[in-house]
């Protein structure tokens, strides 16, 4: 139903757009009138212009007055009326010109204009439409982010405050969710605000008494997201106030340990493993991480692992790496060690070594090298040398590779590499050629277009494990839409030697040619995203030349039915005519299915393969090869900590060798951040028609922070009692009343004491700590006998005992002074009341129910003021402040008129008879 009307409306603004017609109200003797019928404010124009054409047709001269009325939300540039004086057969044309303002809503508005003879003989009206562009845009606020929750048990309610308003001109729809993952917070509402319109939203969270105790300092995010897709985030933070609380976890330095054990069956093979990982930080300029894993104990056949170990220092701009060992260039599988030493301007300079796995009798390689970066303007260089000796096969290698990268403003990157190498073997009687690399990455992007080429070549006498390889893409993307693009790629790639032939393979079985070229089309929405492709693609195996160079054209669809729901289709066609000796017609195809959500998903796969008869001479085609492939999963969490997954997949071909697989996998893991616990149990059984297997793994990991005991306390503790020192002797006695449930602000952190007036801040490290007691109101009659703002030292255990003295006080109400038949009103509760003594500090408190205040304050000049921004043009206060003196009195009263502005007085002369 929607649909149709949304069709509906579109065909009346195409009309409505199109049209020019000329217009006549009822036939007159006097004049005509032609103008365009509607006009439209796109984003790029915010000024209409119509010019209206007046003809005398009277045969007399005429004076005609045109006066024009324009919607709301529209100004009128030109002027609202024209005086003509036109003679017989004579053309006049008025200009009317609109700007579009912020208000101006995108519905179709009527320009009422009237065209009228200057002694009201004759008059006409007329009218012409206008419309303003979509235009969606929405503000939102967070009235109070910072969240207090008081260790009472009063209240477990939490009010989030939100205000959201509708700047765009159209009625708008939105989405506000609320998430926090310790309090199992998932909550969401749907509402639509007018043009303008604002709401204020206060979503009462409940805490449940199982984790009001676990809240320290909890985030809870909330996401606003418009019809349209635009979104905006926020956070609240939770901040439960406590009497205790530890600014570290323990007093002594502590090395975070990761402990893990882990049990493995495999085919009823068993086996465990473990696996320690640490960081020590020793100070600011030292660090030590390590790692060590064990190889899998219990395997009978486990001859290739070994067992794992890391090593990182760092000191300063040094960095010492010793582990297992990778390198881009050769093939290596061993152990290895790297110092690294940076400079300053993004220089660095690294060497390295790796050693083979003395065990691993298939890879051998010995790599050795050095490896220079620094920047030359706004030029980046990297230089490295790398040495290999396999000391099996006695092959050594020597390469140098230079690598450059410099960027162009902000539209130009380019990167390009030039190097040189020679590999040659101990037994070969020639002597070996060198060989070269060459290559350049290049990237230019601006608004609409995108340029990218890579291209990489590397002769077959370059040594390592891209000897003989080439390759060359290139792309060419243009946004020629808001959501859409085109593209024009080409890419091809070309393997001369296979990479594992030095030290494990002695034949080419895992060479693999690519050569694709063609276009793209696409659209990509906020529901919809939509690709369509087509081109050119062949695929060698290790069989050159054998395949065919294919036609295919592709489709990728991609549905967002919400933020976390989709829906996604991708379909590939090849085919090929006259193909092979009897000119066959080759078509083959796959097609892909997936549909997710939060908790589950399904995937499907249909594809149509073609298969050779000798295909190394390029003989006939025999036939396709048909199969099918489908699965789903269900995930969920159990609670806030465990979460599980359950998955099918299967396989099943569709031609006369009927194979078949099923697959059942599934994950239950346990995670508690705060605890330092992760338990992980995963399982696979795997059928099929040839072979059956399962696979089950247990884990477990423990975080330990190991205090190290022999080194002195790092963190002290700082406790502070407040007491109401009545006889005002500075000293605690024991009949003087302990403040309890008074807020505290310690460094900008808030406490409350207990009943026993007391606050423990524990494991801090030694400095200056600002005491701030401000906040402490409901003792009425005492301020804190040495000033409202404090400094504690800490070097070790401290306690700090704050004596409050009796206080000076300023008490008060607020009047209202309302008209008594006014619609409008306002409250005198919750208002707040300012103190500002003469340096500058300020107290404050809230009037009660009644309207009335209290602030006990200590002895100075101060200036009382009440909260400006609570009223507004109706409602104002006779006077915003007064000057009160408390250095010779003990209390002072000050009372706030508040007026209602006198409403305007209309009027009206009356003659009833």
Request: charged fraction near 20%; aromatic fraction near 14%.
């Amino acid at each position: 139903m929607k649909t149709s009307q949304h069709i509906r409306s579109i065909i009346a603004c195409c009309i409505l757009i199109l049209c020019y017609h000329k217009s006549f109200a009822q036939e007159n003797q006097y004049f005509t009138v032609s103008y365009k019928d509607s006009l439209f404010a796109d984003e790029r124009n915010n000024f209409l212009y119509n010019n209206v054409s007046i003809t005398n047709i009277s045969g007399q001269e005429l004076n005609i007055i045109l006066t024009v009325n324009i919607p709301n939300g529209w100004s009128l540039v030109s002027p609202p009326t024209v005086q003509l004086n036109m003679k017989p057969g004579e053309n006049q044309v008025i200009p009317v010109t609109i700007s579009r303002q912020k208000g101006a809503d995108a519905t179709w508005r009527p320009v009422n204009f009237q065209v009228a003879l200057v002694n009201n003989v004759f008059k006409e009206d007329y009218r012409y439409f206008i419309k303003a562009y979509n235009l969606t845009n929405f503000k939102t606020s967070i009235s109070n982010s910072m969240i207090e929750l008081v260790d009472t048990s009063n209240s477990k309610t939490v009010v989030l405050p939100l205000t959201i308003k509708n700047k765009g001109n159209i009625v708008e729809e939105y989405d506000v969710e609320w998430t926090n993952r310790l309090l199992e917070l998932s909550a969401k509402m749907h509402f639509s605000l007018g043009i303008g319109k604002d709401t204020n939203i206060n979503y009462n969270l409940w805490v449940p008494a199982k984790y009001w105790n676990q809240i320290n300092k909890e985030i809870i995010n909330i996401r606003i997201t418009e019809k349209n897709g635009r979104t905006q985030v926020y956070s609240y933070t939770l901040t439960r106030v406590t009497n205790k609380m530890k600014a570290n976890q323990n007093a002594y330095q502590t090395i975070p340990i990761t402990v893990e054990v882990g049990g493995i069956d495999y085919n009823n093979q068993r086996s465990i493993y473990g696996a320690i990982t640490g960081d020590i930080n020793f100070n600011e300029h030292n660090n030590l991480y390590f790692s060590y894993r064990s190889r899998d104990i219990g395997f009978a056949s486990n001859t290739l692992q070994k067992d794992l170990f890391n090593i990182v220092y760092t000191h300063d701009n040094f960095r010492l790496y010793i582990g297992p060992f990778a390198n881009a260039y050769f093939l290596s599988y061993g152990t290895g060690v790297e110092a690294t030493y940076k400079m300053k301007d993004s220089a660095q300079v690294s060497i390295y070594a790796g050693l083979h796995n003395r065990r691993n009798s298939y890879i051998n390689n010995d790599v050795y090298g050095a490896r220079v970066q620094y920047k030359l303007n706004k030029l980046f260089v990297r230089n490295e040398f790398v040495t290999c000796f396999d000391t099996k096969l006695g092959k050594e290698g020597y390469l140098v590779d230079n690598i450059f990268y410099y960027k162009f403003r902000k539209k130009v990157n380019i990167n390009f590499n030039v190097g040189a190498g020679l590999e040659h073997s101990k037994a070969d009687t020639v002597k070996s050629d060198p060989g070269v690399s060459l290559g350049y990455n290049i990237l230019y992007n601006e608004k609409k277009l995108q340029l990218t080429s890579t291209a990489s070549y590397r002769d077959q006498n370059f040594p390592g494990t891209n000897s003989g390889f080439q390759s060359l893409a290139f792309t060419a993307t243009y946004k020629w839409f808001k959501h859409s693009s085109i593209m024009a790629f080409y890419q091809t790639n070309s393997t001369k030697q296979d990479i594992l032939e030095d030290s494990i393979l002695y034949k080419n079985v895992l060479l693999y040619n690519l050569k694709m070229y063609g276009g793209r089309v696409g659209y990509y929405g906020r529901v919809i995203g939509i690709t369509v492709g087509s081109g050119f693609m062949k695929q060698v195996g290790r069989y050159s030349d054998a395949l065919p160079l294919y036609n295919f054209a592709s489709l990728d669809l991609l549905v967002n039915f919400t933020r976390k729901i989709n829906f996604a289709l991708s379909t590939l066609e090849s085919y090929k005519l006259n193909y092979g000796t009897r000119k066959d017609d080759i078509a083959f195809y796959t097609h892909s299915a997936s549909l997710n959500t939060p908790w589950a998903g399904a995937s499907a796969q249909y594809y149509s393969l073609p298969a050779y008869e000798n295909p190394a001479d390029k003989l006939d085609f025999t036939g396709y090869t048909y199969g099918v492939s489908y699965g789903g999963y269900v995930k969920c969490n159990i609670s806030k900590n465990l979460s599980a997954r359950a998955q099918y997949n299967e396989y099943k071909s569709l031609s006369r060798d009927d194979r078949r697989s099923q697959s059942y996998s599934g994950f239950i893991g346990y995670d508690n951040t705060k605890k330092g616990i992760s338990i992980q149990l995963m399982t696979n059984y795997t059928k099929s028609s040839y072979l059956d297997n399962h696979y089950t793994m247990l884990t477990l990991r423990k975080q330990i922070n190991m205090p190290v005991i022999f080194k002195p306390r790092k963190f002290h503790d700082l406790k502070l009692v407040l007491y109401n020192d009545k006889n005002g002797n500075g000293k605690r006695d024991d009949d003087e009343e302990l403040l309890k449930n008074a807020p505290v602000i310690i460094n900008n952190i808030s406490f409350i004491t207990d009943n026993k007036g007391t606050i423990e801040y524990e494991n801090v490290p030694t400095g200056n700590y600002q005491l701030d007691f401000r906040k402490v109101t409901g003792f009425k009659g005492i301020v804190p006998a040495d000033g409202p703002k404090q400094v504690a030292t800490v070097q070790t255990n401290t306690l700090v005992e704050v004596p409050f003295k009796k206080s000076k006080i300023i008490y008060g109400y607020i009047k209202l002074s309302m008209d008594s038949i006014s619609k409008k009103s306002i409250t005198n509760d919750r208002i707040r009341i300012f103190a500002t003594d003469s340096k500058g500090v300020k107290y404050s408190t809230l009037t009660d129910g009644d309207g009335e205040f209290y602030i006990d304050l200590p002895e100075s000049d101060y200036t009382i003021s009440v909260n400006p921004e609570v009223f507004d043009d109706t409602f104002r206060p006779v006077q915003m402040s007064y000057n009160v003196d408390l250095s010779s009195k003990e209390e002072a009263q000050v009372v706030f008129e508040i007026k209602q502005k006198n409403r305007k007085k209309v009027m009206i002369d009356s003659n009833i008879k």
